[in-house]
């Protein structure tokens, strides 16, 4: 009986320990299969959020690729705008130095006396109105100093008129500081020239043999007015250099390119103005009048 009893309860026991063992395979099995399903709900979420992050990216890389290009569409048309600025500022310093060099040479080759009639002509053109001589002529052409006045004028006229700003007052400021400094300048090399050729002009009537009590020889009169006119045509080319002195100091030191074309505009239409009123006056009979308007009106 003890030996049946044993042997039962060591049935039972093993018994027992079977359906612990099945149990518990069974909780790892669950375990197991619900673990699979969170592993798998968690690659799900992960794989939604990298498509999610993803396509995100790719909609932001469009957005800076277009404004990249819509950035580089701009550039360029502003870089396209500026070429053609430069363009036309290259053709207007060309044009200016072009209309330089032609004042070079009208001054210092056309205007210049070679033989001794073409003194008279110089100092008083036959082409040139009585009126137009009168107003502007010294030495042949315009006074340089009357050159730099005029630019003055212009300046102070379109400063004025302009809308008036810090930056705008203290350029014109500088431009008539710098203006009265080359007309002081200028007016002296003017008067040197003007003292010069009043000598000359005193020796051609008091000591040239044209009078009777100065009659000289052929050979003797002919080398006292080859030597005065050596004279005058040093004075007439020392005037016509400072002529074109002042009209490059102008063009290249005082004004821009763009007030240096306007300049020489309206200094071609001043000089025409006036050759075409003392050219009507030299055809009118009676005395000169001028029309003055009245004051108030417009």
Sequence with gaps: MKGI????????????????????????????GEGDYAIDDSAEKFQCMSLHKRDTTKRGEELSFQKNGLWRQ???GRVARLENWLKVRWELEEIIEEQ?????????????????KDVAQILMPSWTPPDELASIAW?????????????????????SSSASSSSSSSNSIGTEQLLSQLIYEIRIEEAILDEEMAEIQSTCILYLPFAPTNIQSGGAALACVQSEFKKIERVITRAQ???????ELVLKKVLSETDAAEFLVAFEGIQDAIHQFATNQRFQKGPVTLPVKALGSS
């Design 5 to 32: 009893s044993s042997q039962s309860s060591m049935n039972y026991s093993n018994e027992d320990d079977y359906e612990l063992q099945e149990e518990n395979e069974g909780l790892l099995r669950r375990d197991i």
């Design 241 to 247: 250099r400072l002529r074109f002195k002042a009209l």
């Design 139 to 159: 030495i042949g052409d315009w006074r340089p100093s009357a050159i730099l006045e005029l630019v003055r004028g212009l300046s102070l006229s379109s400063s």
């Design 74 to 76: 701009e550039q360029k």
């Design 100 to 116: 330089l060099n032609r004042f070079h040479a009208h001054y210092n080759l056309d205007m210049v006396p070679t033989r001794l």
